[in-house]
């Protein structure tokens, strides 16, 4: 929208002008079904087959291995869902952490539901998983593991290596919900362990719609849309073409701008860290190093987050107060407590999460806009809470 700052990268992020010229010839004259014999659909066939290539050469994978998705979310629900059936005849045991995305909790608690043991790993104040924690709760019947590599909240990263290697020493498959660390974090799949990965194109500045679950060869999650044989008989339907080579254009350009990327973030970072944080009654939220570049997410005292972020984007700054997935509601973050954070702090938070085209007058903005913010909702009332509109 014009006028306004968009800080708000890590629920979506704008698509890329390079990305929509290479979708526009699927979604235009070219509209073959990949499934098709004939020369349309061969044509389709050899774009989705060229991203699958593409992924798996930036995953370290195999083209085999890679299942297009619509998304983060499906490709989080296959994994656990379509793992945990798969494997039930081995054990009933899962293992994921408190501070997980919305996809992953929910799926778990649908495993709970089904007679499945589901239990949570314990993190630090920081948001971290203790790799000897990990090693000390897994069961001769654990099935799978799920961790995220890097928080949606707070950015904090995962030691995914470590975690991996705890997993392949015990032969349990490893989850890892890399949806937000793919844009700065280029994993490699077996040298990290990695047994099932999630990701998303509308993080990587891509279209919407498009995700993607890497598959270990030897893993064979059962489907859990059903109709098609399409995808390896994994996910049936028919492919959505043109958000896939959206993806692997999305991937293309990453790979050769992912350093400028993260030093870019990790500039304008600092430079809004250190505004905030000189506003009184100011925390931040997980750990100021060992997160991800592009993510800010602070607290305030006596100030409630949904007034913080309406007084916002009145001004003209879209941001957030956690997870995109979990907008509208009224409960305080489900990461922030899990961190032993206090309920009002949690109810205070703020996430601000940066792109390649904020500048610093745009963090600057900001940080201004979000003093008045707290000037004025402190105002209406001694404790703040006057703020809950």
Request: proline content about 5%; charged content about 20%.
């Amino acid at each position: 929208m014009t006028g306004t700052i968009y800080l708000d990268h890590a629920a979506t992020t704008p698509l890329d002008p390079r990305v929509r010229e290479a979708m526009l010839p699927w979604l235009g004259g070219q509209w073959g079904n990949p499934s098709s014999l004939h020369a349309w659909g061969r044509a389709a066939r050899a774009a989705v087959d060229g991203v699958r290539e593409r992924v798996a050469a930036w995953l370290g994978a195999r083209p085999a291995e890679i299942v297009f998705t619509s998304g983060g979310s499906e490709a989080d629900s296959l994994a656990l869902l379509g793992t945990a059936a798969a494997r039930a005849s081995r054990g009933r045991h899962l293992l994921t952490t408190p501070i997980e995305h919305h996809a992953v909790l929910t799926a778990a608690e649908r495993l709970a539901e089904d007679g499945f043991e589901v239990e949570y790993l314990a993190v630090d104040g920081d948001g971290r998983v203790d790799p000897a924690e990990l090693a000390a709760r897994l069961r001769p019947e654990t099935i799978l593991v799920s961790v995220q590599a890097a928080n949606n909240e707070i950015g904090t990263l995962q030691p995914i290596a470590e975690l991996g290697a705890v997993c392949a020493a015990a032969r349990v498959p490893l989850h890892v919900d890399a949806v937000q660390s793919l844009v700065e974090w280029r994993h490699d799949v077996r040298a990290e362990g990695i047994s099932l990965l999630a990701g998303s194109a509308h993080k990587l500045y891509g279209p919407q719609g498009v995700g993607f679950l890497y598959v270990r060869t030897g893993l064979r999650p059962r489907p859990q849309i059903l109709g098609g044989p399409q995808e390896r008989g994994r996910r049936a339907g028919t492919e959505n073409v043109a958000g896939i080579v959206g993806l692997g254009a999305a991937i293309q350009l990453l790979e050769a701008e992912i350093e400028a990327r993260r030093a870019h973030c990790l500039t304008l970072r600092e430079r809004l860290l250190a505004g905030l944080l000189a506003l009184p009654g100011s925390h931040l939220n997980g750990p100021r190093e060992g997160r991800l570049a592009n993510n800010v997410n602070v607290s305030f005292d006596h100030v409630n987050g949904e007034g913080l972020l309406i007084s916002l984007d009145q001004q003209g700054i879209a941001a957030s107060t956690g997870s995109a997935c979990s907008s509208g509601s009224t409960d305080p973050s489900h990461v922030l407590l899990a961190l032993g954070g206090d309920r009002d702090i949690a109810h205070g938070s703020l996430r601000l999460t940066l792109g390649q085209s904020n500048t610093e007058a745009h963090v600057d903005r900001a940080v201004a806009a979000v003093a008045e913010a707290l000037e004025q909702l402190r105002g209406l009332d001694p404790t703040g809470r006057a703020a809950t509109v």
